[in-house]
């Protein structure tokens, strides 16, 4: 069973870079695809992007100027990194992997980590 | 604003059948996904590729799409299962990935 753990600071200043890590065990990196989301408190969830074993990436559109996923499979893990912080990335982020070879198949997820933006 | 729409919320009454919507173009091509999440808990993933049940699932939940619509239907609901429900799939340029806004469904 594939189990995923986020990690990285709790909390941020505004104008600082997010940088978090999601450690993959109980399976192999080397496969399928692993994606970030987000979710603000109190509303919904908001997909980041994702990255595939390859290396291929995508980012959602409102926010890829400002994303990069990468992955270290030598680790077993991928991050991401999100520039330019504001208080509207208060939210909690979460890592998952994905099944069957498509990358909404989102089947396994972590806990999550509170991330909040404040001076 | 999400590509894909939800009601933002549901009542069932406890052992009754509810039927969760999610509104897209994108679902005329692409699969939709349901995840299902409770208070202080990440989201599970309770139907996949619109009809399919990942292992460990209920048979009370089920899933099917038409046109542009997917739906989410449980059948004999349960007290546990008050939660937040959120539908997924690709958005309109297939490439990206894309959340409904969320249905939150009351147990009564």
């Known amino acids: 069973q594939v189990q995923l753990q986020e990690s990285g600071p709790g909390l941020l200043k505004p104008s600082e870079t997010l940088s978090l890590t999601c450690t993959v065990s109980g399976g192999s990196i080397s496969s399928y695809y692993w994606s970030w989301i987000r979710q603000p408190p109190g509303k919904g969830l908001e997909w980041i992007g994702f990255i595939y074993f390859t290396g291929t990436t995508d980012y959602n559109p409102s926010l890829k100027s400002r994303v990069t996923i990468s992955v270290d499979t030598s680790k077993n893990q991928f991050s991401l990194k999100l520039s330019s912080v504001t208080a509207a990335d208060t939210a909690e982020y979460y890592c998952?992997?994905?099944?069957?070879?498509?990358?909404?198949?989102?089947?396994?997820w972590g806990q999550g980590t509170l991330v909040t933006v404040s001076s | 604003s999400s590509e894909l729409t939800q009601d933002p919320a549901v009542s069932v009454a406890l052992g009754q059948t509810v039927r969760i919507t999610c509104q897209g173009d994108s679902l005329r091509s692409h699969y939709a996904s349901w995840y299902q999440q409770k208070p202080g808990q990440a989201p599970k993933l309770v139907i996949y590729g619109n009809d399919r049940r990942p292992s460990g699932i209920p048979d009370r939940f089920s899933g099917s799409s038409s046109g542009n619509t997917a739906s989410l239907t449980i059948t004999g609901s349960q007290a546990e299962d008050e939660a937040d429900y959120y539908c997924?799939?690709?958005?309109?340029?297939?490439?990206?990935?894309?959340f409904g806004g969320g249905t939150k469904l009351t147990v009564l």
């Open positions: 998952a992997s994905a099944m069957a070879g498509r990358a909404e198949f989102l089947n396994h």
């Open positions: 997924n799939s690709r958005d309109s340029s297939a490439t990206h990935v894309v």
